[in-house]
């Protein structure tokens, strides 16, 4: 199928070898690649931090071919979500009917071995090419956050490494959370005067919440996303102790997803109307909100030089997703960005995930000619 197929297929057998599980140390594949990316010429610098568990973990940034803002940057996160451990052959690269199965062949190992396969031929180039390596992407785009924050991994265009099917993604919506905490009165069951349900008030709280996410939030739209509009879930909630006492806490999460155009403060501004409304009309009513996270989108411009090679490089024209991917803070870093890898997202974070043969070759073809476009031989 292809010259390069034995060098992806030993290079993907290796990187899902490590079991890079977000609550696990990232060092083992980011000494590997470091390894391959300093024997082949590029200059590497690691970022560690700690995580909140208290493990080390490692961003890596490679440059070859020059100094200062790279031309064209690969990125790919190095860790993977769990697997069930009735998984057996989950760390060992398995191929059945032309696809390779193991945990992070889909998201985002098999990317990493197209992007190592392509940046270790790249040879005499005219512009700097950099490898960007992640952690912590699963776990709420941490990695990529620290590089922000530090300045590193400057670019001026960015492909960033998600199962995409080989179609360039040119914008995402966010990703935000916050915990929405109703008080009430504990009191026996048997007598309801003597408390306040705080679930009851809940109930109240969310029928709000679900009006506004379906008609507000669905009045501002944009038409390049299915759906058009940011989405609302409560998809957890917690309250009371027991089937015979009125509770006296109830707490949920609600998670929205902002189209690029939407503030991520504009949920939370909901969130604190209903809570005044509710608290005017039943002036005993308390409810705490506390915002956990607000990653925005990305809209990078359907004609920006990056999407339009890709879109002609793959045969796909360029689209959007409703998931969130580190393109915003390569853009943040000053990168026109584009999400783009083997493989399908349906099939990541499940047992049994792979990624297609011809996906991967394919892959490693179409960044090979753009690390020749952007970065060029001499």
């Known amino acids: 199928m292809s010259d390069t197929l034995p060098a992806l297929r030993a290079t993907l057998t290796e990187l899902v070898a490590m079991d890079t599980t977000s609550a696990r140390p990232n060092a083992p594949l980011v000494d590997y690649a470091q390894a391959k990316l300093e024997a082949a010429g590029f200059s590497a610098e690691r970022q560690r931090y700690t995580d909140d568990a208290g493990v080390e973990k490692v961003n890596l940034v490679a440059v070859k071919g020059g100094t200062g803002r790279a031309e ?26 032309g696809k390779l199965y193991a945990r992070g062949a ?7 071995a197209c992007a190592l396969t392509a940046a270790l031929k790249a040879e005499r180039l005219r512009a700097p090419l950099m490898v960007v390596l992640t952690a912590d992407e699963e776990v709420g785009l ?25 179609t360039p993604v040119r914008a995402n919506k966010g990703y935000c959370l916050a915990e929405v905490e109703v008080l009430g009165k504990e009191g026996h069951s048997a007598y309801p005067e003597s408390g306040a349900s705080a679930i009851f008030r809940a109930g109240r709280f ?18 390049g996303f299915q759906p058009p509009f940011t989405t609302v879930n409560v998809g957890v909630i917690q309250g009371g102790k027991a089937k015979n006492i009125i509770p006296g806490a109830c707490r949920f999460i609600v998670e929205w997803r902002p189209i690029p155009g939407q503030p991520p403060e504009r949920v939370p501004q909901l969130l604190e109307s209903i809570r005044q409304e509710l608290v005017r009309d039943e002036p005993a009513y308390e409810a705490h909100i506390r915002v956990l996270r607000t990653d925005r989108g990305v809209n990078t411009k359907a004609d920006a030089e990056v999407v339009r090679f890709l879109a002609e490089a793959s045969g796909n024209a360029s689209t959007t997703v409703s998931f969130g991917t580190e393109a915003p803070q390569m853009t943040e870093l000053g990168a026109e960005a584009v999400v783009f890898g083997p493989g399908d997202i349906r099939v990541a974070h499940q047992t049994g995930e792979y990624v297609p043969v011809d996906d991967l070759v394919r892959c490693e073809a179409v960044l090979s000619r753009a690390v020749a476009h952007f970065c060029g031989a001499r």
Request: hydrophobic share 40%.
């Open 206 to 223: 969310l029928q709000r919440l679900e009006h506004l996410a379906t008609t507000v939030l669905r009045d501002e739209r944009d038409e």
């Open 72 to 97: 064209l940057a690969l990125v790919g996160h190095t860790d993977c979500v769990p697997y069930d451990p009735a998984w057996t052959d989950a760390l060992r690269l398995t191929e059945k009917d």
């Open 142 to 166: 941490v990695g990529a956050k620290k590089l922000v924050q530090a300045g590193l991994g400057r670019a001026r265009h960015a492909i960033v490494g998600e199962p995409t099917r080989l």
């Open 106 to 112: 889909c998201d985002t190992k098999g990317f990493i």
